[in-house]
């Protein structure tokens, strides 16, 4: 069974591609090589011994979208990942990231709905939730106004998505909404790849440590939490792409009561950024240089899921620890600079 992942050279799209191939299916990547590297391929076909198909496409030419599907008839499910995904740049360049990440899906969708087994995963995010009222956070939790262009772009992703669903119902769609993925594949071949000064905490920990950075910033530790500091639902990439392949196994049994579906995707536990600190500490030796600094804008003060849902109904359900995710992220970032 032939199936498409979009972005799939990216980190969750990498790991999603070998997961589905662990599982026998066919893939075909799309990729616009925009935030990743076609060597992505090599470290893929390492671990599973398949070399994915691939076809090098910006989602937004909308004719070669028609093409690549009219060619690809045989597709059973596409998972979606392809988007932009830089909070802070999406405050800076809005229109880049509407066009990116709505047009790209809008033209996704329309040739979907085209294909014989019309089933589709999207990529959202736990930032439609913004600063819940109530912990852990239930899929049933209002969406709050996107703090940024980006998390408008996943609001009004599902938004589109939902309302396709209401009237075309040969389409079968899932959102899932990631909390916070980190980590890496456990063989170090393939793994996170930030461009530039990485914004999120994990790849800055490791890179701190690898010596590409002086000193960790940790933002702001007076937030009214046990330490002070943030708490986020911190989910190895492995796990989140296992969601991925039983939310397609559910369309393809055709076991969703609904042909439009929304799942958390968390541990369902929340760790400081402290506590992210000790557990890197404690799985590499190493001590890291690290300063409390001003909080950053925008932050929310806890987010973590509920995962009932996600646990109950698709069966699934993280394995991971975050101890094994920062020993998989060390592992990686030593992997890429030859350390
Ligand atoms: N943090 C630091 N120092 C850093 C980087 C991060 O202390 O150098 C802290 C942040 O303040 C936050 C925690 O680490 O408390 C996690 O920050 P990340 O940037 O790793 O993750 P976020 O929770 O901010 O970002 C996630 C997703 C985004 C999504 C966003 C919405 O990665 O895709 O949630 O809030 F848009």
Known sequence: MKVLVTGGLGFIGSHTV???????????????LSNSSIEVLDGIEAISGVRPLFEELDLKEKSRV????????????????????AVGESVNEPLMYYENNLNTLIYVLKSVLHLDS??????????????????????????KPAESPYGNTKQIGEEIIVDTCKVRSNLNAISLRYFNPIGAHASAKIGELPLGVPQNLVPFITQTAAGLREQLAVFG??????????????????????????ALQRLLEKKNPENYEVFNIGTGKGSSVLEVIQSFEKVTGLKLNYKIAERRAGDVIQAFADTSKSNEVLGWKAELSLDDAMESAWKWEKHIRNI
């Open 18 to 32: 070998v997961e589905l191939q662990n599982k026998g299916f066919e893939v075909v990547i799309i990729d616009n």
């Open 66 to 85: 028609e093409e690549f599907f009219k060619a690809h008839k045989d597709i059973v499910g596409v998972i979606h990942f392809a988007a932009s995904k």
């Open 118 to 143: 019309a089933n589709f995963i999207f990529s959202s995010s736990c930032t439609v939730y913004g600063q819940a009222d109530e912990l852990p956070i239930l899929e049933s939790a209002p969406v």
């Open 221 to 246: 530790d007076d937030y009214p939490t046990p330490d002070g500091t943030c708490i986020r639902d911190y989910i190895h990439v492995v796990d989140l792409a296992k969601a991925h392949v039983v």
